[in-house]
């Protein structure tokens, strides 16, 4: 007999009257199961989870919890409920230290109403140490990388012993190590009889952890599967409607001369004497483990950080960027890791956040023209097929996908010339990264240049004319993408 401990019955959610978000799905997890909740960037999975942890109320339909009808009004009455939930857009406080953000909300104290702050600390330590993660319980937040700032995020739900856990891309910023170690942490949680719902877009951690797998597409529940029943090729025809033979699109351009130049690149403390060329109409791909100088190396080429010293050319010529506004000047567009701390404005509208680079351009000499403004920007949303109902609706109600696509329109309005994209496919699905590949290889053809910072080797091969590869703030490798590159040669230079 089946043990179910979560049937979630016809669930509607619809947002400002016009988006139906989810529309008579059901949905239901059986006890000590790992259960994958699949679908493209829209689909409905994120909507979902949020409504069984309590951050969003359903329109319509039933949560049924061991047997029991519930409702929940506010976060807090989901985890009193047993219900735990990784996000997959971070959600901590910067200004906190990390053992604060753990146990947010429930601090415990002891009879005198005082934070047992010693106690905490050693709990928390004591997980991290269990899972192969060591972090300063006192380090503020802020101060973390983004695998760092993920970890914290696992460890606050899973500190909470939960009985249904809710894992919403909790690998997207991990290295493969730390990949393994999380998954030994669900076999454990498994085997103690807690519920994991997993979302991923990497379909192959799937086949590794998961027991079954549901599929929505735009809103709609498709079908629920045994994952040894079913295939890669399969799920995702599931999940886009449609048989995808091709994961990458082909490249039908040549890169010509050299557009920008970095010689001799030190960042206080990092990064050690990187030199480099980017050619016109290239993808230039930057690979390495997490913490390896990727992402710094784009802050300091767009002027977010501070450096030492270097030198940077365009077109020949010496420039200085000493700011992210030298950067903008110079048409250098930058679409970060963190796109929603870094790279957006997710409580204005598509519109706002399009034009926000450059408003100069939909403005009457002192005035904004909103005008312009929805003109411009629609021009873009159908340019870069972003799927919005208006350019009017807040970005916050936007797929990963799309909001990555608005990122990169933002530039294209500033008529950035250098596109570098950190992670540009991170955490959004299979189709939409497709599309994604696709417009960059149309930017590539129209004679911009991108330098595209990616985690998955897969990608990096794919897109690359060639490869920087990064290793402990160092450059480590400049090789040319050819046929007989391979996975391992990579791997040789990222590990040192």
């Not at 600390?121 to 993920?150: C, H, T, W, Y």
């Not at 403390?269 to 109409?281: A, H, P």
């Not at 990727?294 to 020949?316: M, P, S, Y």
């Not at 506004?325 to 963190?338: F, N, Q, T, V, W």
Request: net charge neutral; with cysteine; hydrophobic share 40%.
């Amino acid at each position: 007999m089946v043990d179910r401990i979560l049937q979630m019955d016809s669930i509607t959610k619809t947002f400002g009257g016009i988006v139906k978000a989810l529309e008579n799905v059901s949905f239901s997890v059986n006890r000590g199961e790992v259960h994958a909740l699949l679908g493209e960037n829209g689909a409905g999975k994120s909507t979902l989870m949020k409504i069984l942890s309590g951050a969003y109320k359903q329109d319509l339909g039933r949560i049924i919890i061991d047997g029991k009808e519930v409702s929940f009004h506010n976060r807090k009455e989901a985890t009193e409920a047993g219900i735990g939930i990784v996000f997959q857009e971070l959600n901590l406080v910067s200004t906190l230290t990390a053992v604060e953000n753990a146990f947010l909300g429930r601090l415990e104290t002891d009879r005198f109403g005082r934070v047992v702050w010693k106690k905490l600390r050693e709990q928390f330590v004591r997980f991290m140490k269990g899972i192969g993660f060591e972090i300063n319980p006192d380090i503020p937040v802020s101060e973390l990388s983004i695998a760092e700032k993920q970890m914290v995020e696992i460890a606050k739900a899973l500190l909470l012993k939960s009985k249904i856990l809710i894992m919403d891309e909790p690998t997207a910023t991990l290295t493969s190590e730390e990949i393994r170690k999380l998954f030994v942490i669900i076999r454990d949680l498994k085997e103690s009889g807690v519920t994991v719902i997993y979302i991923s877009h990497k379909l192959e951690e799937v086949f590794q952890i998961c027991d079954r797998v549901t599929v929505l597409r735009d809103g709609r529940y498709i079908s629920t599967w045994n994952v040894s029943e079913t295939d890669k090729a399969g799920l995702i025809e599931q999940m886009v409607g449609r048989s995808v033979d091709v994961e990458f699109p082909p490249r039908d351009y040549r890169a010509a001369g050299d557009i920008f130049e970095v010689d001799g690149l030190f960042t206080p403390g990092f990064l050690r004497d990187i030199s480099f060329k980017l050619k016109k109409s290239e993808i230039l791909g930057i690979a390495g483990l997490v913490g390896s100088g990727r992402t710094e190396i784009a802050r300091a080429i767009f002027g977010a950080d501070r450096i030492e010293k270097g030198v940077f050319k365009l077109n020949g010529n010496t420039v200085r960027i000493a700011s992210t506004m030298d950067a903008k000047r110079l048409s250098i567009g930058l679409l970060p890791e963190d796109r929603k701390d870094e790279g957006l404005a997710v409580d204005y509208s598509v519109s706002r956040n399009i034009t926000i680079t450059n408003l100069g351009k939909v403005s009457n000499r002192f005035f904004l023209s909103r005008k312009k403004e929805l003109a411009e920007s629609e021009i873009l949303a159908k340019q870069l097929s972003i799927k919005t109902p208006s350019v009017n609706q807040k970005l916050s109600n936007l797929s990963g996908g799309n909001q990555q696509k608005v990122v990169l329109a933002k530039w294209l309005f500033n008529n950035a010339d250098i596109l570098i994209l950190d992670e540009p496919t991170r955490g959004i699905d299979v189709g939409a990264k497709y599309e994604i590949y696709l417009l960059m290889n149309e930017l590539v053809k129209q004679g911009k240049s991108i330098i595209m910072i990616s985690s998955e080797l897969p990608e990096i091969f794919a897109l690359s004319d060639r490869i920087l590869v990064m290793y402990e703030g160092q450059l480590r490798a400049c090789l040319d993408n050819s046929k007989d590159l391979k996975p391992e040669d990579i791997m040789r230079f990222a590990i040192g």
